[in-house]
């Protein structure tokens, strides 16, 4: 047994960024001698050729209907059908609402273990390594497994997606598996999105608890629509209400990693750095000159933001 | 209904980053100076939530199970301070330094001794290893449902009704029972436990419970974990930051605009 089985997902028929994501971590593995590369999606064949364009060698195509909206138990013994076909004794998935309950389900399923929100992975002497951040993001660890398959969920935006090669060949097959829904699902309600989605902005403005009250985000949301960006928040903003928690940025919010950040009254808890130390540069606006996020900013202006923004937005406007 | 809480003691998550060291070769960390240990911050979330649904019925128990050392008391005197009617530890040298599998297991094989129970509460994750597995061992051992990451808990019929935190927005499940269900952050706050609470609860029950007692000594101690710890340290983080200077804030703000300008950044 040996090679890579990669979990790859679609939204509304279109590949999830994840998946390409998912396939570049596992053909820098298959570099290093972890095997070939089988990618795994349910939907239908056009998708296990993109697939394969973007580095699987080959592809499994669950066209089983139940799978589409499914929670991870109907994945699961499809999944494991997919293990089964590949040989694989390497799992990859994504830390998704999909990856984050199916990765320990098909662990716990398979008697082996799984590494969550991996950051890093590499395959020497023989077997897989994954790095992982611990203790809010203070630490890190590297764990390996005593068990095949080997399974680790990989956080958005860990690896680089190849770009997609269409000369590149492998098969596409098909299966038809679908486990048993106990859990129904009666309901998904997406949250509002105002402009650019957070993941995907080049330019993200966020306000934390120094900002002291709702109305510092107006100012934000000005500044970010005016660099064409997104407005995040800490999650001690949104636990206050202050702003919705589709938002939240960091290790129970969401993953950025844009060109510019700017972080405006927040203090760089590692919590917070977990879901945006990725970003190319960093600006940090706060009163606390030994803040953290001053320390891992780039630029950092100590002082009021109810000066330096509004100050900030007129210069801007000024520059054209 | 009967209902069993996991909750966990762990290392203050907030403790500054300063005051957080490992012990490189140990592959351990040293606990902070000073910096008591806490209870995971999403478990008082589970437990609140155990309340709210045996208030709804009028009637039922609520049970708290953590695994840990001797200290991992406080956090189940804790949610007997809320109002949870009792408690088990499960603790011994066996335990140390175990990894999660072998959570979920022991953990388990405790809820098979109390005779199972109707549904099981856990937080979202331990958010000192951050990894959200133990609800999931827990329903695959049990051969349960579980359903992750809620957000609101009710009552619906035989099962229940559970809305989901997702990535993009909620979503609403109904499961059978019996279920594990995972509570995040998003439930809202949790009751905090009254003056008089505290003194009840020093009189409830707290079972000890070790490895012999559940039947798994063979499948504990750290040469039985199934995920292999090959090195935990501190990310170095090196400061290369540029203070922006002005004589008032609207110059600051112009010379940091006029940087970005000159490093196309906007
Ligand atoms: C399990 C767990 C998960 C967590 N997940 C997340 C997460 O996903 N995302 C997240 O963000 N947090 C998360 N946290 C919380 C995290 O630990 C911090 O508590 C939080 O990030 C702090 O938010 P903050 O920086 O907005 O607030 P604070 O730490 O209170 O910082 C406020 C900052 O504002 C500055 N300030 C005050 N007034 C002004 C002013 N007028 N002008 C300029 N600056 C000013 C202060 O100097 C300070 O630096 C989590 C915590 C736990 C335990
Ligand atoms: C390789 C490895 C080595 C480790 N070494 C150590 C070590 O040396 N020292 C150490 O302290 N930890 C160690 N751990 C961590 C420890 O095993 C986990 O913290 C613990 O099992 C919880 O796992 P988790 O983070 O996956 O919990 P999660 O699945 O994230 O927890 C979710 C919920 O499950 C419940 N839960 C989890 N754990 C418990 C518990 N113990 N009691 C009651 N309820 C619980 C809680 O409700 C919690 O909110 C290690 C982990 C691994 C993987």
Known sequence: ?320 | MNIVVCVKQIPDPETPAASFKVDEAAKKVIPAQGIAPVVNPYDPQATEAALRLKEAAGSGKVTVISLGPDSARDAIKHALAMGADEGVLITGPEFEDIDNFQTAKALAAAIQKLGGADLVLTGRAAADWDMGVVPLGIAQILGVPCVTVAKAIEKNGAGLKVERVLEDGFQTVETPLPAVVSVSNEFGEPRYPQLRQIMLAAKKTVQVWGANDLGIAGEMGKENRALVLEALYVPKVESNVEIIEGDTPEEKARNLAQKLRAAKLI
């Open chain 1, 1 to 320: 047994m040996a090679g890579i089985l990669v979990i790859a997902e679609a939204n509304e028929g279109a590949l999830a960024p994840i998946s390409g994501e998912l396939l570049g971590a596992a053909r820098k593995l298959a570099g290093e001698g972890a095997g070939s590369v089988t990618a795994f999606i349910a939907g239908s064949e056009a998708l296990g050729k993109e697939l394969i364009a973007l580095g699987a060698d080959a592809a499994i195509v669950d066209t089983n209907p139940a799978l589409q909206g499914a929670l991870a138990e109907v994945y699961l013994p499809a999944v494991q059908a997919a293990l089964q076909q590949s040989g694989a004794d390497i799992v990859l998935m994504g830390q998704t609402a999909l990856g984050r309950d199916l990765g320990p389900m098909l662990a716990f399923a398979l008697g082996t273990a799984v590494s969550m929100e991996t950051v890093d992975l590499k395959y020497a002497g023989g077997k897989l390594i994954a790095t992982r951040a611990c203790y809010g993001g203070n630490a890190r660890a590297e764990v390996s497994f005593k068990n095949a398959p080997a399974i680790a969920t990989v956080k958005a935006k860990s690896f680089d997606a190849l770009a997609p090669d269409a000369s590149r060949s492998g098969s596409v097959s098909t299966i038809d598996v679908a486990g048993e829904a106990r859990v129904k699902v009666l309901g998904v309600q997406k949250a509002e999105s105002t402009g650019i989605r957070l993941e995907d902005a080049p330019v993200v403005v966020s306000g934390g608890r120094g900002l002291g009250d709702p109305s510092g985000f107006k100012m934000l949301e000005e500044l970010a629509a005016l660099l064409k960006g997104a407005t995040g928040a800490s999650r001690a903003a949104c636990d206050l209400g202050w702003y919705p928690p589709s938002q939240q940025v960091g290790l129970t919010g969401k993953v950025v990693s844009p060109n510019l950040y700017i972080a405006v009254a927040i203090s760089g808890a590692s919590q917070h750095m977990a879901g945006m130390a990725g970003s190319k540069n960093i600006v940090a606006i706060n009163k606390d000159p030994d803040a953290n996020m001053v320390k891992a900013a780039k630029y950092a202006i100590i002082d009021d933001y109810k000066k330096v923004v509004p100050a900030l937005i007129e210069e801007i406007k000024k520059l054209g």
